[in-house]
């Protein structure tokens, strides 16, 4: 305490003293009060970004998904262009030709489900 406070304090009397210390509770509960709202704000900024940031995370993941089931569309339609053209171009191969769309149109279908059921469980 510098000798210019001290000797203010010497001279102030008890009353003095205590208004002087009421005044400064109340400034430093004014200065909590603010303290405390500006957390408060500021925990609900922080919120804000982890929402938003999670929003974008959805959308670049439905992107994403959209993208990939969009390709694995065009793959199936496309196999089961080829397997038609193969079957009509050889009638007499029916048979072989009937194993070979199932099995690529099968694995194509398993292709296209296991897409959707990973961009589900990523939007999850």
């Known amino acids: 305490m510098t000798l210019h406070l001290a000797g203010m304090l010497n001279r102030m ?5 205590m208004t002087a210390l009421e005044h400064q509770i109340n400034e430093l509960q004014t200065r909590q009060a603010d ?4 957390l408060a704000q500021a925990q609900l ?11 974008l995370q959805i959308h670049l993941a439905a992107m994403e998904a ?13 196999k089961w262009t080829d397997a038609r053209r193969r079957y009509e ?3 007499a191969t029916a048979s072989g030709v009937a ?12 292709d296209l ?3 959707v059921l990973e961009s589900k469980a990523k939007l999850s």
């Open 66 to 78: 959209s993208d990939k089931l969009t390709t694995l569309r065009g793959q199936l339609r496309d």
């Open 99 to 110: 194993d070979t769309v199932r099995t690529g149109l099968e694995k194509a279908f398993e």
């Open 89 to 91: 171009e050889s009638v």
């Open 113 to 115: 489900r296991a897409a």
């Open 45 to 55: 900024d922080q919120w804000r970004g982890r929402i938003e940031d999670m929003e």
């Open 13 to 17: 009397t008890t009353e003095d003293r």
């Open 35 to 38: 303290l405390r709202r500006q």
